[in-house]
């Protein structure tokens, strides 16, 4: 209760000051406003249920049509208790749409008209365990049809001067948690058609018992988008709610997809925990177990710093989708960031599959063997290679963020790895870079602790010669110690981005490579390589 009477001085406050009234010029921050109530529908339950149209929007200071972001806050106790308990008594309930007023500013500044909605009466489990993302999806209907009304100049509850001031063929979603699950279904429909998808540490909103296994068909399935939305998803790694970080599936599925035309990245924040995106949390939390997030005040990043980079990746990445206006952590020209926004991060970036020759993505047992041009993979003497598919689990207690597939590369020092390219594949002179993504497994006695996975990339062309890249340098995580005292181990795989320039290979002919080779350096180790391709960047 006293977490609930917190968040409500905190929101009074916050909406006193929303509600003033700005002038239409100059209207950036956030108008809330309350459309009264109206039915939905849960088709798994059968029962109605009465949800206030309640929400929040931000409208730039030009009045020119303006691309419309939607954003949908996760599911928390809406009325301090628990989620089992709504409606809520007069004044009691959390809104937790508003805590994201500072997200709907900052895109409103950058020219997006933002609006963020109260879906505490679609998220709640007062009425059973029903269909979230279907109940979700009717309240953002009803929302967005009345915000279309007022665009088009007929009469509305909104008080604000809407009149074409928004472009509603331009529309984006940003979902956390369990709004991140509702975002993917409204997404999939495409009932109004969405351009852009980010992802918060999105939440699986599955139907049935709770505490069910999930298989990797399902969790691919649920977290997949159409093959032209733009999707991003954001990994906070001390999150202590999403521990399985199954909201990398979405960039996993996007990247398998062969008809993709839309880009996919990923970004995992250091320090960052699940709640501290919304203000309208009074306790941040950490994922348990983790060294890294034990302090809760001295090691998890402080609220403000994560509310920035929020805001600060989310107007990055819509000015990336419709202004083409590259930022760095989406530009493939330049190498994966370690760093975004004064924070560390480790990055992926996916290109649409024409920009791709795939030469390595583990599905099947045969890609020990052969990778998908057909060419052999070989493993030296000191080396060895096993096999895991997408949305398995095949390192017990390990938690491999998207449940990606890869090769379980393991070997001793200056043990190597082969790719042979057959004879129409060897002109590598029309791509620009070379594309890699891979992680440590810290599990491994083979490796290390406290020291990072070191070798070199290796192209070798018909006439024997050979040009090598170190990656010594590269995003590759530190390998931790393992834990001691735990029946888990609590840090999660996230395979990075690696982007080398293919002129870097200066010593051989790009037009005749018969193999690209990953070579240790010095120490054994081992490494799970998830992708492997060649990108064109000027298609």
């Known amino acids: 209760m006293m977490q609930a009477k917190m968040a409500l001085c905190y929101l009074l406050g916050l909406l006193f000051t929303l509600t003033l009234g700005a002038p239409a010029s100059a209207q950036i921050s956030p108008i809330a406003y309350d459309l009264g109530t109206a039915m939905i529908t ?13 929400g929040a929007i931000a409208l730039p200071a030009d009045a020119a049509p303006a691309p419309l972001v939607v954003i949908l806050h996760g599911r928390h106790a809406m009325c ?24 709907m ?12 909605l109260n879906i505490n009466p679609t998220l709640t489990e007062a009425y059973g365990r029903g269909d979230v993302d279907a109940r979700t999806a009717q309240l953002v209907d009803l929302h967005l049809a009345t915000l279309q009304a007022a665009v088009d100049g007929e009469d509305s509850a909104l008080s604000l001067p809407l009149v074409d001031r928004i472009d509603f063929s331009r529309i984006a979603l940003i979902g956390h948690s369990s709004g991140g699950g509702a975002a993917l279904h409204i997404t999939r429909a495409q009932t109004h058609e969405v351009d852009a998808l980010l992802l918060v540490a999105a939440a699986y909103n599955a139907l049935g018992p709770e505490g069910l296994e999930r298989t990797g068909d399902e969790l691919y399935a649920y977290y997949s988008t159409p093959a032209d939305v733009t999707v991003a998803t954001v990994l906070p790694d001390c999150d202590g709610d999403q521990i399985n970080f199954w909201s990398q599936i979405a960039y996993e599925a996007a990247r398998l997809d062969p008809q993709r035309r839309a880009f996919a990245a990923s970004v995992r924040l250091f320090r960052a925990n699940h709640n501290h995106f919304n203000p309208a949390m009074e306790r941040g939390d950490r994922r348990f177990g983790y060294p890294p997030c034990f302090g809760e005040t001295t ?7 994560q509310e920035q980079f929020l805001a600060a990746y989310a107007t990055a990445f819509l000015s990336s989708v419709w202004r083409n206006a590259l930022h760095a952590a989406f530009d493939p020209e330049l190498p994966a960031s370690t760093e975004l926004f004064g924070q560390s991060v480790e990055t992926s970036l996916s290109l649409p599959a024409a920009q791709r020759q795939v030469i390595l993505y583990p599905r099947t047992p ?23 598919p997408p949305g398995d689990t095949c390192l017990a207690g390990i938690t491999t963020m998207g449940r990606f597939g890869y090769l379980r590369l393991s070997y001793g020092a200056r043990g190597s790895f082969s790719f042979e390219l057959p004879e129409a594949h060897r002109d590598l002179s029309a791509y620009d870079m070379l594309h890699l993504r891979a992680a440590s497994d810290y599990t491994s006695t083979l490796n290390v602790p406290d020291a990072a996975a070191s070798f070199a990339v290796v192209l070798t062309d018909t006439s024997g010669s050979e040009s090598e890249f170190l990656l010594n340098d590269q995003s590759f995580q530190t390998i931790p110690a393992p834990a001691e005292f735990y029946a888990y ?33 010095d120490a054994s180790g081992t490494l799970l390589l998830a992708d492997l391709e060649l990108l064109r960047l000027d298609v």
Do not use: W
Request: negative net charge; hydrophobic residues 45%; glycine residues 6%.
């Open 42 to 54: 849960d088709p798994v339950l059968d029962v109605e249920i009465s949800a206030p149209l309640q």
């Open 80 to 103: 301090g208790v628990d989620i089992t308990i709504y409606p809520c008594a007069p004044g009691e309930e959390i809104r937790y749409d508003l805590g994201f007023s500072y997200l």
């Open 105 to 116: 500013e900052a895109l409103a500044r950058e020219g997006y008209a933002a609006m963020a």
């Open 299 to 305: 090691d998890i990043m402080p609220r403000t710093d």
């Open 366 to 388: 045969d890609e020990r063997n052969t990778h998908l041009l057909d060419g052999s993979v070989r493993a030296s003497e000191r080396a060895g290679i096993l096999f895991c």
């Open 489 to 521: 181990e609590p840090f999660a795989l996230y395979p990075a981005s690696v982007r080398i320039p293919l002129k870097a290979f200066n010593a051989v002919d790009l037009t005749q490579v018969v193999s690209i080779t990953l070579r240790s350096v």
